[in-house]
């Protein structure tokens, strides 16, 4: 499977951007995904998850509330609606496919977009 993550861009604190994270080679339907970022000079972190067959998600502390990640099945991309942006959020946003061990961690996962980079100017 290919991940084609995009929708990042520059937009000022309190701003909203959508990400949106396309699947080529097979459809979400029984897969768990995943949005991680990564800023300058720190590890990847954990921003939220779907699975999809359940409609469940789970998101990090420090962005419940402002974020919400979302399926659509007929487009087989998973977005992440970002609202309430801080310049903290700034990073480059992954999204990631079929974990095997604990969700929240990156290294469960298997497959990878290319990272799409989010800029919150203050």
């Known amino acids: 499977v290919q991940l084609q993550a995009s929708g990042g861009g520059l937009v000022q604190v309190g701003g909203s951007l959508r990400l949106s994270c396309a699947a080529s080679?097979?459809?979400?339907?029984?897969?768990?995904v995943a949005w991680f970022r990564q800023a300058p000079g720190k590890e990847r972190e954990f921003v939220a998850t779907?699975?999809?067959?359940?409609?469940?998600?789970y998101y990090a502390d420090s962005v419940k509330g402002r974020f919400t990640i979302s399926g659509d099945n007929i487009k087989n991309t998973v977005y992440l609606q970002m609202n309430s942006l801080k310049p903290e959020d700034t990073a480059v946003y992954y999204c990631?496919?079929?974990?095997?061990?604990?969700?929240?961690?990156?290294?469960?996962?298997?497959?990878w977009g290319q990272g799409t980079l989010v800029t919150v100017s203050s």
């Open positions: 990631a496919a079929d974990p095997r061990g604990v969700i929240i961690r990156s290294s469960s996962y298997t497959y």
């Open positions: 080679g097979r459809t979400f339907s029984r897969s768990v």
């Open positions: 779907i699975t999809w067959s359940y409609g469940s998600t």
